[in-house]
């Protein structure tokens, strides 16, 4: 996969999940989250700046021993990693000051703003009963100690307020997230159940489609057993018998679609035996003698007998879907009377199509290929390949269904 289709991928992703993004040269570089970290970090760089100091220059000033500077670099180290760390790391730096408050001699009792800080995280990061019993005891020996050593109501006041106003930005934040990241379930589960909505409507109308086409296919069946009894024109005999056969067939794609809306058929991308080479080739004969009791002139050939090789469900529901979507086109799109030839040989692991037939004037101009759109789109997903065209008056075809995995053709990115 190239840089571009994997910058592509991410974008979706990230629309996908209600993000915006941070581009560069139009591509996407950096994700919310990361994002969030470096707006954490610069703000915490703030904090420590506003911190450690005065705190380091009221050490230095007083030459304090190892124990203060040891506390002074745990908490920075801990402010630094709050934006790595914020669930843990929050609890840590408020955990730090609140050592550091009733040991007067350290001289780091005034560390507040990242304190805030951590609180915001806290509140942002973990469940509000958490924060709000971090925040109460914090707040209470805050108040105690302070105003034990006459530090001040006003004080006090001050740092609550600071506290308290970076706990009310992490919850509005949190709680931001919090409905945002509800609303995108509730589209999912909206999304989800209209898919349900629909899959049983399909299944539906596809029960009630299969019940009344196959109890009319079974009449129509019923009906030329009756006549062939009868029928002594060897004529009739055989056009009763191709409607017989075509409406067996019919009800048996039926049966075949209603398994799969059901799944209680075999995987579609499991192996058939070897046995599906004798069912294309009666599907091939039944349907070149039908062509030819249309009045058409062809057939259709094998160059050589099939090889010992398995194909997937799903490659030959599609191959056979795609061999009635051709002789439907040459009976729909072959003046009366002209040629067609379809040819199928295995080349490396491919099941090759090589179909020709004769274009009329008209169909030149009429032909909308959208059929033919449809299973190129199916048969490149599978790793396989289709072209048409028309030269003068003879319409040419060729497709590659993939029989072997070894043959699909591996990426180049």
Same mark, same amino acid.
């Given at each position: 996969?190239?840089?571009?289709?994997?910058?592509?991928?991410?974008?979706?992703?990230?629309?996908?999940?209600?993000?915006?993004? =941070?581009?560069?040269?139009?591509?996407?570089?950096? !994700?919310?989250?990361?994002?969030?970290?470096?707006?954490?970090?610069?703000?915490?760089?703030?904090?420590?700046?506003?911190?450690?100091?005065?705190?380091?220059?009221?050490?230095?000033?007083?030459?304090?021993?190892?124990?203060?500077? =040891?506390?002074?670099?745990?908490?920075?180290?801990?402010?630094?990693?709050?934006?790595?760390?914020?669930?843990?790391?929050?609890?840590?730096?408020?955990?730090?000051?609140?050592?550091?408050?009733?040991?007067?001699?350290?001289?780091?009792?005034?560390? &507040?703003?990242?304190?805030?800080?951590?609180?915001?995280?806290?509140?942002?990061?973990?469940?509000?009963?958490?924060?709000?019993?971090?925040?109460?005891?914090?707040?209470?020996?805050?108040?105690?100690?302070?105003?034990?050593? $006459?530090?001040? !109501?006003?004080?006090? =006041?001050?740092?609550?307020?600071?506290?308290?106003?970076?706990?009310?930005?992490?919850?509005?934040?949190?709680?931001?997230?919090?409905?945002?990241?509800?609303?995108?379930?509730?589209?999912?589960?909206?999304?989800?159940?209209?898919?349900?909505? @629909?899959?049983?409507?399909?299944?539906?109308?596809?029960?009630?489609?299969?019940?009344?086409? !196959?109890?009319?296919?079974?009449?129509?069946?019923?009906?030329?057993?009756?006549?062939?009894?009868?029928?002594?024109?060897?004529?009739?005999?055989? &056009?009763?018998?191709?409607?017989?056969?075509?409406?067996?067939?019919?009800?048996?794609?039926?049966?075949?679609?209603?398994?799969?809306?059901?799944?209680?058929?075999?995987?579609?991308?499991?192996?058939?035996?070897?046995?599906?080479?004798?069912?294309?080739?009666?599907?091939?004969? @039944?349907?070149?003698?039908?062509?030819?009791?249309? $009045?058409?002139?062809?057939?259709?050939?094998?160059?050589?007998?099939?090889?010992?090789?398995?194909?997937?469900?799903?490659?030959?529901?599609?191959?056979?879907?795609? &061999?009635?979507?051709?002789?439907?086109?040459?009976?729909?799109?072959?003046?009366? $009377?002209?040629?067609?030839?379809?040819?199928?040989?295995?080349?490396?692991?491919?099941?090759?199509?090589?179909?020709?037939?004769?274009? $009329?004037?008209?169909?030149?101009?009429?032909?909308?290929?959208?059929?033919?759109?449809?299973?190129?789109?199916?048969?490149?997903?599978?790793?396989?390949?289709?072209?048409?065209?028309?030269?003068?008056?003879?319409?040419?075809?060729?497709?590659?269904?993939?029989?072997?995995?070894?043959?699909?053709?591996?990426?180049?990115?």
């Amino acid at each position: 996969m190239s840089t571009r289709q994997l910058c592509q991928r991410f974008r979706q992703q990230f629309k996908s999940q209600g993000y915006g993004e =941070i581009l560069l040269f139009g591509q996407p570089v950096m !994700t919310p989250a990361t994002g969030q970290r470096l707006f954490l970090a610069a703000v915490m760089a703030v904090c420590l700046v506003a911190d450690c100091y005065p705190a380091a220059t009221g050490l230095a000033d007083d030459q304090s021993g190892p124990i203060a500077w =040891i506390l002074l670099v745990m908490y920075a180290c801990a402010c630094a990693l709050l934006p790595l760390m914020p669930q843990w790391m929050s609890i840590g730096v408020i955990a730090l000051t609140a050592i550091c408050i009733p040991l007067p001699w350290t001289h780091l009792e005034d560390l &507040t703003f990242g304190c805030a800080l951590a609180f915001a995280a806290l509140y942002y990061c973990l469940p509000t009963w958490i924060g709000l019993a971090v925040q109460v005891a914090f707040t209470a020996e805050f108040a105690i100690y302070h105003v034990f050593w $006459g530090r001040g !109501t006003a004080f006090v =006041i001050i740092g609550i307020i600071l506290q308290v106003a970076s706990s009310v930005i992490g919850y509005t934040y949190r709680r931001q997230r919090l409905n945002e990241q509800n609303k995108r379930n509730a589209e999912l589960l909206h999304q989800a159940e209209a898919s349900i909505a @629909r899959t049983e409507r399909d299944l539906s109308l596809a029960r009630n489609l299969h019940d009344t086409l !196959t109890n009319d296919l079974a009449s129509i069946s019923m009906l030329c057993g009756t006549l062939l009894l009868d029928c002594k024109d060897p004529e009739q005999r055989r &056009t009763l018998r191709a409607i017989d056969d075509t409406s067996r067939e019919a009800m048996q794609c039926a049966h075949h679609v209603i398994d799969v809306l059901r799944n209680t058929g075999e995987s579609r991308t499991a192996s058939m035996s070897d046995a599906w080479q004798n069912s294309l080739r009666e599907l091939l004969d @039944r349907q070149a003698r039908h062509l030819t009791a249309c $009045g058409y002139h062809g057939a259709a050939t094998f160059e050589h007998n099939f090889e010992q090789m398995p194909i997937r469900q799903d490659v030959y529901d599609e191959l056979a879907s795609f &061999t009635i979507e051709l002789f439907a086109n040459i009976e729909h799109h072959c003046p009366n $009377g002209g040629d067609f030839s379809i040819r199928y040989r295995i080349e490396h692991g491919r099941l090759v199509i090589v179909q020709t037939n004769t274009a $009329g004037e008209d169909d030149r101009h009429t032909r909308s290929c959208r059929g033919l759109a449809l299973h190129r789109r199916i048969i490149e997903s599978m790793g396989g390949e289709l072209t048409y065209a028309t030269d003068e008056d003879v319409w040419m075809l060729r497709a590659a269904f993939v029989l072997s995995p070894a043959a699909v053709p591996r990426s180049r990115h």
